[in-house]
């Protein structure tokens, strides 16, 4: 495979993430630019507060796909690195997380991230997403579920190669478990804002909303849109 064609892949995967799904899905739902409100964040857990169940919803699998196709499609190439894999899916959760169509801001990189899992490890993206929707009924803090989800891929990927002769167990190319160490990182440094608004009792649980039409205000933390 030739330079021009891995760059091709990167750059492609870059701008696919770089789509502010969110961003386009609150001018449609409701003509609000979502970084207006809540905590400002480009991402499925501000448009639930601000705009409500579907919108969210509409916006996690968009979200999703933009980690998803990149990496199936670099999957489907013949004998295709493990690292280019890498490569393509990390050019997608940086492109989510720091947008070239939002001044290099972005969100938080978690469904992004959950659609790569999904390409690369299907098994241990149903785990994942199990305990993320597990936390989120339990402590009501999407923040916290996804943060524990993001912790536990590398670990459920080193399990599953432990397991390889299980029904569990599949063995994860070592490649993919650094992309998993890297993905972890990205998500609890994007977290930050989160883990201070949580020790400080002031974090939103699932179920508060933001009234739009009230709000001239501007967001509640700047930070959340990097």
Request: charged residues 10%; proline residues 5%; positive net charge.
């Amino acid at each position: 495979m030739g330079a021009s064609t891995i760059a091709g892949l990167l750059a492609g995967a870059y701008l696919i993430g770089s789509i502010p799904f969110a961003l386009l899905i609150g001018f449609a739902w409701k003509r609000v630019d979502i970084r207006k409100y809540g905590s400002g964040n480009i991402g499925a857990t501000n448009v639930l507060r601000v705009l409500g169940w579907p919108a969210a919803l509409l916006c996690f699998v968009l979200d999703a796909a933009k980690g998803l196709g990149p990496v199936w499609y670099a999957q489907s190439l013949p004998d295709v690195d493990p690292l280019l894999v890498v490569g393509v899916a990390l050019a997608a959760i940086l492109g989510h997380n720091f947008s070239v169509f939002l001044g290099f801001c972005g969100g938080k990189g978690v469904a992004t991230s959950l659609g790569v899992l999904i390409a690369i490890a299907p098994h241990i993206a149903g785990l994942v997403f199990f305990l993320w929707v597990l936390v989120v009924v339990v402590t009501r803090y999407i923040s916290v579920a996804s943060i524990l989800a993001g912790v536990s891929v590398p670990v459920l990927m080193l399990l599953s190669s432990h397991l390889q002769d299980t029904y569990w167990g599949r063995p994860v190319p070592q490649e993919y478990l650094y992309l998993g160490l890297l993905g972890a990182g990205f998500i609890l440094i994007k977290h930050r804002p989160n883990l201070v608004r949580l020790m400080n009792g002031t974090e939103p649980r699932v179920g508060q909303r933001i009234s739009v039409e009230r709000s001239g205000e501007a967001a509640e933390s700047r930070g959340g849109r990097g």
